[in-house]
């Protein structure tokens, strides 16, 4: 299609943003010049997956090698979906424009269970048969990576490679093997077989699953000499790992706008409900110098005047204090403001929170997640009431009057007094505000309380336990909003129909594939907009099947029984997973890896926090 | 310090950026190019930025203008040039850097230029006709969603069709201004024609008196 049917078609829909390309830092590169085409795909919008930082690494790491030319790609809104499928429209990549099916490499990151319907539909839009078995030519190759990849099966039949854990090794060992084997002029199957030797590369087609009469997994099998396990990688040396000096920067608005500074990965913390804390350990964390002189070169290239600082925990950075030291002296100068999200100040020196006083604050905001203090023994979150009343009165004092309480609902063992808990929590909240002589004057105090649904995932000590049905989910709903009895505390929830399907689809095997294509070609995308999705589809496509859907999500699977994801090796072992589950109905916290470790497996790599000195 | 004036283009891909976040952009490219930018005061300091005349979505410029601050009375202005050009993408071009003579409600009038695929006789003809009315009233949402009743015809300065580019002087800046596509609604709706695509261009910002805002 020429620029100027192009631009026509651009013009006729909303944000005309998303598809243009050519923004501040992104890559041109002569297509003649590289032996690799890479296509980066995020399966959302662009708002959404221009803030993804994985994204951005990976990104710049590619561009960095002059034989490969990566470029992006998101999926297009529904609008424009429209427009160019009766324009005969193919996907193609921001940059050059080309079509994606003519890539080497189509690759996505899989960040959240409910975008998996955008990769299908993205695959049909690129003019690429969805099943790896349909697809003879070599090229493109599909693979994908993120955290959903830790189970990856309902994906299984549609995505030729997975990449377990970080990628920023295994992918271009992967892609180099590819170079090698076009030349050679190997064919797809000696090259998957050849990659699924590399550590971290899980190609599902090598594996056949059989299951018991019960619906259970039976057996996993390898064919042939592939691998019986898939071990995820990680990076050893957190300051030797490449990291972009420059990000994309958007000419429209995204959620995310502004320099992102990893500082450590993983969680030392082991809240039993997050699968973040336990599919990235061990922790690893950057020096001070590291990321004090990538912020830097950041918001040189990009002229952002903000710096987020990204972690799972910032609060848990051993040398937090020296950091932001070191880089508020350059940051006021430079008027560049620093956010840190969700950083705990209790005991920083009077001298450092009279600096950060000028820092952006977020809002007042606590994530107790249950609502009594034997709940969050179950999942093993150690915020005390106390804290939270103590650190609300400074706040109070000075001059904050709104708060922000996340709690989760549906979690493991459960009662109406827990959630009763929620509202009391609220409550009190209110009250101290009111107790208080030094209260900002005349203001009213305002407690936010949102409650999204437990969804029991892949790798957690919780991965055994059933998640509640949508009734009860209902039920526990109006309670909870029967226990608030003042208007000064604000309740949302989040939608119980996507949490239900996300509860179905991170515990699924490779039966749900078949669901996930018939949904999607009913119509389901964008399963996490609200305005899109439609629960009514997903359960004919369940139908359809044969397949019930509560098998997956709402059932108690044993110690015994082998999980559709046996297979793949994400360094916690099973045992420790048992443990937890055991010491999360004993009601009994574990402590955190500093403190103490717990021998979770994590170790194995020789790296991170299992080493150092407590 | 000293306002400086900026003259660019907003091409090609650019033209998918609104005004809105146009200023988002230029701040960046600014902070990006290190010069001695002023911040305005208060408690959330920005980059102090002025556009002469905001661009629609849509439509390309070949002659923008911008005027912004800079602490440094000494710095010299081909530094200024220098310094954003080497950071802009592609297609946003810094032609020249200035010291304002005439302040941005001295501006008068606007050069557009409209491409369309091809300006067959009956177009021209249709044209010929429409810009010798006397009189067309249009439909105008003015601010705050109120609708109200203008005579384009007066706004009209100049215009002049080519093989397949109309070319309008029309009225422009904050107090009043007319912009292209509403001329073309007009056009098309009093020939009950089906609205064709074309392409806008502005080429030139002009003061009151019909001469380059400088
Ligand atoms: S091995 Fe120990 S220190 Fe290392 S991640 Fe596991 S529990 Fe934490």
């Known amino acids: 299609m020429d620029n100027k049917n192009f631009e026509r078609l651009l013009l006729s829909v909303q944000k005309p943003g998303r598809y243009s390309g050519g923004e501040i830092n992104s890559v041109i590169k002569d297509k003649s010049k590289v032996d690799v085409r890479f296509a980066f795909c995020f399966p959302d919008t662009y708002e959404i997956g221009m803030s993804h930082l994985g994204m951005k690494i990976l990104y710049s790491l590619f561009n960095e090698r002059e034989d490969i030319w990566c470029e992006r790609v998101f999926a297009p809104w529904i609008d424009f979906e429209e427009v160019m499928r009766a324009n005969n429209l193919p996907l193609f990549a921001l940059e050059s424009r080309d079509p994606i099916k003519d890539f080497d490499f189509i690759g996505f990151t899989l960040q959240y269970e409910m975008a998996y319907t955008n990769v299908l539909n993205m695959l049909d839009l690129a003019g690429v048969p969805l099943r790896s078995k349909d697809r003879a030519d070599f090229t493109p190759i599909i693979v994908a990576g993120g955290p959903c990849a830790c189970n990856p099966e309902p994906l299984a039949d549609f995505v030729d490679i997975f990449f377990l854990g970080e990628g920023e090794e295994v992918d271009l060992e992967v892609i180099d093997l590819y170079k090698e084997y076009k030349k050679e002029g190997k064919t797809k199957a000696e090259f998957l077989a050849a990659a699924s030797k590399i550590e971290g590369v899980y190609v599902p087609a090598l594996y056949d699953i059989s299951y018991n009469a019960d619906g259970t997994v039976n057996s996993v099998t390898p064919k042939g000499d592939t691998p019986a396990t898939v071990k995820k990688r990680i990076i050893k040396d957190m300051d030797k790992v490449y990291y972009p000096d420059k990000f994309v920067v958007p000419f429209i608005d995204i959620v995310h706008d502004r320099v992102v500074q990893e500082i450590f990965r993983g969680c030392v913390r082991g809240c039993r409900f997050c699968q973040a804390g336990f599919i990235y350990r061990p922790v690893r964390e950057k020096s001070v110098d590291t990321i004090n002189n990538q912020a830097k070169a950041l918001c040189e290239s990009t002229g952002y005047d903000e710096i987020s600082m990204s972690s799972l925990s910032t609060s848990d950075y051993t040398e937090i204090e020296p950091l932001l030291n070191k880089m508020l002296e350059w940051t006021t100068e430079k008027y560049v403001s620093l956010a840190l999200p969700s950083l705990r100040i209790d005991n920083f020196s009077d001298e450092l929170l009279e600096k950060i006083k000028h820092v952006r604050k977020s809002g007042l905001t606590f994530a107790p997640e249950a609502g009594t203090q034997r709940l969050r023994d179950v999942i093993n979150k150690n915020v005390t009431e106390e804290e939270i009343i103590n650190t609300c009165k400074t706040a109070f004092k000075g001059g904050y009057t709104a708060v922000k309480l996340y709690f989760m609902m549906g979690l493991p063992t459960e009662t109406d007094e827990d959630l009763k808990g929620i509202a009391d929590l609220g409550q009190k909240i209110v009250n101290t505000y009111y107790s208080m002589p030094e209260k900002p004057k005349g203001k009213a105090v305002s407690v936010s309380i949102s409650v999204s649904t437990f969804v029991p995932k892949p790798f957690t000590p919780f991965q055994f336990e059933p998640q509640i049905t949508r009734d009860e989910i209902r039920r526990r709903h109006e309670f909870l909003k029967s226990c608030i009895t003042t208007k000064k505390i604000s309740l949302s929830y989040h939608d119980s129909s996507t949490s239900f399907l996300e509860g179905v689809l991170a515990r699924g095997d490779r039966r749900l594939g078949d669901v996930v294509e018939k949904a999607y070609k009913k119509g389901c995308r964008f399963d996490s907009w609200s305005e899109c999705f439609n629960l009514d589809n997903w359960m004919d496509a369940f139908d359809e099947c044969g397949i019930d859907p509560a098998f997956y999500a709402n059932r108690t699977r044993s110690y015994e029984e082998i999980t559709p994801w046996e297979h793949l090796d994400y360094a916690v072992s099973k045992s420790f997973l048992i443990n937890e589950s055991k010491a999360a109905h004993g009601e009994r916290t574990t402590p955190n890896c500093r403190e103490k470790c717990s021998n979770c497996g994590a170790n194995c790599y020789g790296e991170g926090v299992c080493f150092e000195k407590r | ?157 100049a215009c002049c069709v080519g093989d397949n580019t109309l070319t309008l002087q029309l009225v422009a800046g904050s107090e009043d201004n007319l912009n292209p596509a509403l001329v073309m609604d007009a056009f098309f709706e009093i020939f009950g024609l089906e609205p064709v695509f074309y392409t806008v261009t502005r080429t030139s910002i002009l003061d009151k008196q019909g001469n380059p805002f400088i």
């Open chain 2, 1 to 157: 310090m000293k306002n400086v004036r900026i003259y660019f283009k907003k091409m090609g891909r650019m033209k998918f950026v609104s005004h809105l976040d146009m200023t988002r952009v230029m701040s960046r490219l600014i902070k990006k190019s290190g010069i001695p930018i002023w911040y305005t005061e208060g408690f959330n300091r920005h980059i102090y930025m002025n556009f002469a005349l905001p661009l629609s979505l849509g439509y390309e410029g070949t002659n923008e203008v911008m005027d912004i601050r800079i602490i440094d009375d000494e710095y010299p202005l081909d530094k200024v040039l220098a310094s954003l050009q080497a950071v802009c993408p592609p297609d946003i071009e810094i032609i020249k850097a200035t010291n304002p003579v005439k302040p941005t409600k001295e501006i008068g009038f606007a050069d557009y230029v409209l491409a369309f695929d091809e300006i067959n006789c009956d177009l021209k003809s249709l044209f010929a006709d429409f810009f010798s009315k006397e009189s067309v009233t249009v439909e105008k949402k003015g601010k705050k969603g109120k609708v109200k009743k203008v005579d384009i015809m007066p706004k009209i300065k």
